[in-house]
């Protein structure tokens, strides 16, 4: 469709665009380069915490066109009566249903930015509002302000259901928690029926969560495709690069420190493992106490770490979304041996024993991360076929192909709606 002017367009994100160090920051920021070639962008920050990290703080001056930083009110309301009540007599219950209520009020309008769209200083009247999550959009109040499309890459009832399969417990919880995801699944479709049109991080969340209008925008490595040649370290080494503060993360690797790594170094005792990501300092100092382990917390450059290693291990076995980390390490011509979670969304192009290695109970895991340890001529080969992979998939044109795709269908379903309402 031909776009006589600028696209005047709000990209309303739970995230900063800079700077650009894990997987959720670098979609807001390859969003944000997408829309910048369509139109004119502002970026709202919608924070989901009162008080801003250190980092965030010295980000805000990076990000371009930043119109606002919007962040929950303090102290919070206090909870119904009723709920009170529950709390004070079964305290972990009470605590439970509490923090489910807090949960399901992202799928409306935040009170206290009710009058966000007609403050004083600042033109906000949008062709297009593109919210990064649902809850963005939903908190603003941003439906019916302007077209709407969303990038739903961490879809809350997933993450619910993912854990759930993921851990055992008794029925009563089990079933509370299916309680759960009925919920928010329900919300979630009430609001994919108001946006103009839906990207989803893969086609199993398409299929999952039916929308009007939808397409699949898949992650992509955000440094693009690096031949880095092979391995140069001391020992066999497998990686592991992610947010170590976010739970899905932590307890995979957690796990596979504990059930893993022990029948690893038994097989390969001289077998090295590098954690990098941002973490506590205790978990440092625990993780590092583990035979051949390396934890580094937070690196300014990801390449000496990608050089040094055989494979990666990507053994995450709950979340929402994709694992951009498994794209990263193709792109470094790296390998990973991960779980059928963790592979999810790259299903039709990152193969069993051709790229990566997939395997959900211990036993197989650990014999996979073996064989490659053993055989860097295979995990070499393996790993230049995946950089072949995401050099031709998943690349910044394609990524912003699909988002002006979704963009166009959205601006034909407005004006074909606007014909409609103006027909006799």
């Given at each position: 469709?031909?776009?006589?002017?600028?696209?005047?367009?709000?990209?309303?994100?739970?995230?900063?665009?800079?700077?650009?160090?894990?997987?959720?920051?670098?979609?807001?920021?390859?969003?944000?380069?997408?829309?910048?070639?369509?139109?004119?962008?502002?970026?709202?920050?919608?924070?989901?915490?009162?008080?801003?990290?250190?980092?965030?703080?010295?980000?805000?001056?990076?990000?371009?066109?930043?119109?606002?930083?919007?962040?929950?009110?303090?102290?919070?309301?206090?909870?119904?009566?009723?709920?009170?009540?529950v709390r004070r007599l079964r305290p972990?219950?009470?605590?439970?249903?509490?923090?489910?209520?807090?949960?399901?009020?992202?799928?409306?309008?935040?009170?206290?930015?009710?009058?966000?769209?007609d403050s004083p200083g600042h033109d906000r009247r949008y062709d297009l509002v593109v919210g990064r999550h649902l809850a963005p959009l939903c908190r603003l109040g941003a439906f019916g302000r302007a077209t709407t499309l969303l990038d739903l890459d961490d879809a809350p009832d997933l993450l619910?259901?993912?854990?759930?399969?993921?851990?055992?417990?008794?029925?009563?919880?089990r079933l509370v928690q299916r309680a759960r995801i009925h919920v928010h699944r329900r919300e979630i479709l009430r609001c994919l029926k108001r946006c103009a049109h839906v990207w989803f991080a893969s086609?199993?969340?398409?299929?999952?969560?039916?929308?009007?209008?939808?397409?699949?925008?898949?992650n992509i490595p955000?440094?693009?495709?690096?031949?880095?040649?092979?391995?140069?370290?001391?020992?066999?080494?497998?990686?592991?690069?992610?947010q170590l503060r976010y739970p899905p993360n932590r307890l995979g690797v957690q796990h596979f420190l504990e059930q893993v790594w022990p029948a690893v170094i038994e097989h390969v005792p001289n077998a090295r493992i590098r954690l990098v990501g941002e973490t506590s300092p205790e978990d440092l100092v625990a993780w590092n106490a583990h035979a051949g382990v390396d934890a580094v917390g937070r690196a300014a450059s990801l390449e000496e770490h990608y050089t040094a290693a055989t494979a990666c291990i990507a053994p995450i076995r709950f979340g929402a979304g994709t694992n951009i980390k498994v794209l990263e390490a193709a792109a470094h011509g790296r390998p990973t041996v991960l779980?059928?979670?963790?592979?999810?969304?790259?299903?039709?192009?990152?193969?069993?024993?051709?790229?990566?290695?997939?395997?959900?109970d211990d036993p197989d895991f650990a014999a996979h991360c073996v064989a490659l340890l053993r055989?860097?001529?295979?995990?070499?080969?393996?790993?230049?076929?995946?950089?072949?992979?995401?050099a031709h998939e998943f690349s910044f044109e394609n990524f912003a192909r699909t988002v002006a795709q979704g963009v166009s269908i959205a601006l034909g379903h407005r004006t074909a709606t606007a014909e409609a309402g103006a027909a006799p």
């Amino acid at each position: 469709m031909t776009i006589k002017r600028p696209l005047r367009i709000l990209l309303a994100t739970p995230f900063l665009t800079e700077p650009p160090d894990f997987g959720a920051v670098q979609r807001s920021n390859l969003m944000h380069r997408a829309l910048c070639a369509l139109g004119e962008v502002d970026i709202v920050a919608v924070l989901r915490h009162v008080r801003m990290t250190d980092g965030e703080e010295a980000a805000v001056p990076k990000v371009g066109r930043l119109v606002d930083v919007l962040r929950p009110a303090w102290p919070q309301p206090r909870p119904p009566f009723w709920l009170r009540g529950v709390r004070r007599l079964r305290p972990s219950l009470g605590n439970t249903l509490v923090a489910e209520r807090a949960a399901l009020e992202q799928y409306h309008e935040d009170p206290d930015w009710i009058g966000w769209w007609d403050s004083p200083g600042h033109d906000r009247r949008y062709d297009l509002v593109v919210g990064r999550h649902l809850a963005p959009l939903c908190r603003l109040g941003a439906f019916g302000r302007a077209t709407t499309l969303l990038d739903l890459d961490d879809a809350p009832d997933l993450l619910i259901s993912s854990h759930l399969r993921a851990k055992r417990g008794a029925s009563g919880a089990r079933l509370v928690q299916r309680a759960r995801i009925h919920v928010h699944r329900r919300e979630i479709l009430r609001c994919l029926k108001r946006c103009a049109h839906v990207w989803f991080a893969s086609e199993a969340d398409r299929t999952r969560l039916p929308a009007p209008s939808g397409s699949v925008l898949r992650n992509i490595p955000f440094h693009g495709v690096r031949d880095i040649g092979p391995p140069v370290a001391d020992a066999p080494t497998l990686l592991f690069v992610g947010q170590l503060r976010y739970p899905p993360n932590r307890l995979g690797v957690q796990h596979f420190l504990e059930q893993v790594w022990p029948a690893v170094i038994e097989h390969v005792p001289n077998a090295r493992i590098r954690l990098v990501g941002e973490t506590s300092p205790e978990d440092l100092v625990a993780w590092n106490a583990h035979a051949g382990v390396d934890a580094v917390g937070r690196a300014a450059s990801l390449e000496e770490h990608y050089t040094a290693a055989t494979a990666c291990i990507a053994p995450i076995r709950f979340g929402a979304g994709t694992n951009i980390k498994v794209l990263e390490a193709a792109a470094h011509g790296r390998p990973t041996v991960l779980t059928s979670f963790a592979h999810r969304g790259y299903e039709r192009h990152l193969e069993h024993e051709r790229e990566i290695l997939c395997a959900d109970d211990d036993p197989d895991f650990a014999a996979h991360c073996v064989a490659l340890l053993r055989d860097p001529a295979r995990a070499l080969a393996m790993g230049s076929l995946g950089r072949a992979v995401v050099a031709h998939e998943f690349s910044f044109e394609n990524f912003a192909r699909t988002v002006a795709q979704g963009v166009s269908i959205a601006l034909g379903h407005r004006t074909a709606t606007a014909e409609a309402g103006a027909a006799p």
